[in-house]
């Protein structure tokens, strides 16, 4: 059964560094998104992606986040200037139009 | 208006008997309602899912009942088992490629 793959699974960064997150989501889904969870808290949306642009993003969303689908097959999450509240899960999902799935993040650590 | 309201925060329940949780929300713009379903250091699983055009839906042990004139939809685990233990978000969104708006999370523990 396809899946979305994200890499790496642990991210242990300074503060001020940058950090890319990278994603592989399932290969004929059209909308790519991704969320955040800090620990033991509620899943947050960050950005969604379609058609090669931004299509909708939260207010977490700041200049310091960008997005890329650099290739067919890529979609990645940058964070040019780490905070550390900054530090959560990270997850990527993508989905062919309603139903979304969910990859099994990235654990972001910033210290 | 975009939140969703979920309860109870945690939830215990003995093996076999049935789990249920609740959501509520406040935009009626939302018209697809999942649940997603979390085990320790994994992502959601995307468990089952709803439009608001029924008011049932039924897969296996899981069930989803949606009120639209209440705007809320609640979550039945039958029959519950110990490897059901998880958090459980429920979540809206308006149509395709829009964000998902998450419920708070219930964390349900199933004891043998």
């Known amino acids: 059964e396809p899946e979305v793959t994200q890499t790496p699974s642990h991210q242990v960064t300074q503060m001020g560094q940058e950090v890319i997150l990278r994603c592989v989501p399932i290969?004929?889904?059209?909308?790519f998104y991704w969320y955040r969870q800090i620990l033991g808290q509620k899943v947050e949306f960050l950005v969604s992606?379609?058609?090669?642009?931004?299509?909708?993003k939260s207010e977490i969303f700041d200049d310091q986040f960008s997005v890329e689908r650099p290739d067919g097959s890529n979609f990645t999450l940058k964070i040019r200037s780490t905070k550390l509240e900054d530090s959560a899960m990270y997850f990527c999902?993508?989905?062919?139009?309603?139903?979304?799935?969910f990859g099994p993040g990235t654990r972001l650590t910033v210290t | 208006q975009q939140q969703v309201k979920q309860s109870p925060q945690s939830l215990i329940v003995q093996k076999g008997g049935i789990s249920i949780i609740n959501c509520a929300y406040e935009n009626t713009a939302f018209d697809y309602f999942p649940w997603y379903q979390q085990f320790p250091g994994k992502g959601p699983a995307l468990l089952i899912a709803i439009r608001p055009d029924v008011s049932e839906k039924k897969e296996g042990r899981f069930t989803i009942s949606f009120n639209k004139s209440a705007k809320q939809f609640s979550l039945h685990i039958m029959d519950s088992q110990p490897g059901d233990s998880a958090t459980y978000f429920c979540?809206?969104?308006?149509?395709?490629?829009?964000?998902?708006?998450f419920g708070g999370g219930t964390r349900l523990m199933v004891k043998p």
């Open positions: 290969s004929n889904h059209l909308y």
């Open positions: 979540a809206a969104s308006m149509n395709a490629g829009n964000m998902l708006t």
């Open positions: 999902a993508s989905s062919e139009r309603l139903e979304e799935y």
């Open positions: 992606f379609y058609n090669n642009e931004i299509s909708e």
